[in-house]
């Protein structure tokens, strides 16, 4: 009777996340990014430490493009969904730049060479990048955003989840491919280090919205939907799921082919394109979450944990535009202040949802 009623009022151990030493697919991870970081050292390691100087003196630069892209990739979690598994993004994007960048590296290097068989050259000069990267770093980013999935299936298995991972995968390939191109600019710059990485990282910038962070986000929710771990098996067909997966992975791959391609000539058509398709894909991917907090609230909002929060708060939460109705509200009756009191409380709404 005792050690009962111990049981009961001992608290249940946070389950992990990450660190998972029991789990064979954790001695993955840990294999992968020890490969990948060896990888790129091995290839990029004399290179930047050759142009390390140039590379801190752009250091603000470096992180107001990163600190950007975190918030920019953040605003497609509106329902806060990943909030209090953090650790699995970070380690998403750990492998996204370290062994995804390595498998690509080889691995675009190995297409090209089969394409070679088959092209002439002038075609083969011209249309590599189209032909090669959109498979092979797709295929490789999606690999990385699997392991994550799998390794953390217990906290990552919504599409709002498979969509930020794969987000955070493609996140730290972009920072990492934008530090290799930078880096080799500023050894092949006729001015000096400063004026070739500088120039390149601007373009680079530039060009990120979307880039494989949006490409890799679209991927991984593919994979998520053709895994057991997806949490949304009994509401969706296994037909449903395999045609959601197909259009999504050719989605990202046709995205990544378009901007490598030389046709369209413009930049603008493809910015136009690419944006097309990865705002409708995410906005109707994230459409899952929100009738998921929907639900949530009409089933929930008597009982706990949701029982103590104010009725006026959880209405505000089943879109954007109420979100922001309720504290534009709050800004007219109290000013800067309840604004920001209520978006906390919106907030605290949405982590007892999520859990």
């Known amino acids: ?4 009623l111990a049981d009961e009022t001992t608290p249940a151990a946070p389950r992990p996340v990450l660190y998972r030493p029991d789990s064979a697919v954790f001695w993955l ?4 990014l020890v490969v990948g970081i060896l990888g790129l050292l091995g290839d990029f390691g004399p290179a930047i430490s050759d142009t390390l100087n140039t590379q801190l003196a752009l250091a603000p630069v470096w992180l107001g493009f990163i600190a950007f ?9 509106p329902y806060r969904s990943v909030r209090r598994y953090p650790q699995g993004l970070v380690a998403g994007a750990a492998l996204g730049a370290t062994t995804a960048m390595v498998l690509a590296m080889y691995g675009n290097d190995a297409m090209a060479e089969l394409w070679s068989r088959v092209l002439d050259p002038d075609t083969l000069a011209a249309r590599a990048p189209a032909l090669t990267a959109p498979i092979i770093e797709e295929c490789a980013k999606g690999l990385c955003a699997t392991v994550i999935l799998v390794l953390c299936a217990a906290v990552y298995n919504r599409i709002a989840h498979a969509l930020m991972v794969g987000m955070f995968v493609g996140f730290g390939f972009d920072i990492s491919e934008d530090l290799a191109y930078a880096t080799s600019s500023a050894i092949s710059s006729l001015d000096s280090d400063l004026a070739g990485a500088g120039e390149n990282l601007v373009a680079r910038i530039l060009t990120a919205i979307p880039a494989h962070w949006a490409y890799t986000g679209l991927f991984t929710v593919g ?12 509401r969706w067909t296994r037909g449903r799921r395999l045609a959601v997966a197909t259009a999504l992975m050719f989605g990202a791959v046709f995205m990544h082919f378009i901007w490598n391609a030389p046709e369209p000539d413009s930049v603008l058509t493809k910015f136009a394109i690419n944006l097309a398709i990865f705002f409708t894909a995410a906005l109707l991917l994230i459409r899952d979450e929100r009738d998921r907090v929907r639900r949530r609230i009409a089933e929930g909002r008597h009982t706990e944990p949701l029982r103590g929060v104010d009725g006026e708060v959880l209405d505000s939460l089943g879109s954007w535009r109420n979100r922001r109705r309720f504290r534009r509200q709050a800004r007219r009756s109290g000013g800067r202040k309840a604004k920001n009191a209520a978006r906390h409380r919106q907030n605290e709404a949405l982590s007892l949802i999520s859990q």
């Open 69 to 77: 892209l975190l918030w920019l990739i953040l605003k497609f979690d």
């Open 223 to 234: 994979v998520l939907l053709l895994l057991p771990s997806f949490a949304g098996r009994d």
């Open 1 to 4: 009777m005792i050690a009962t």
């Open 29 to 32: 991870f840990v294999a992968a």
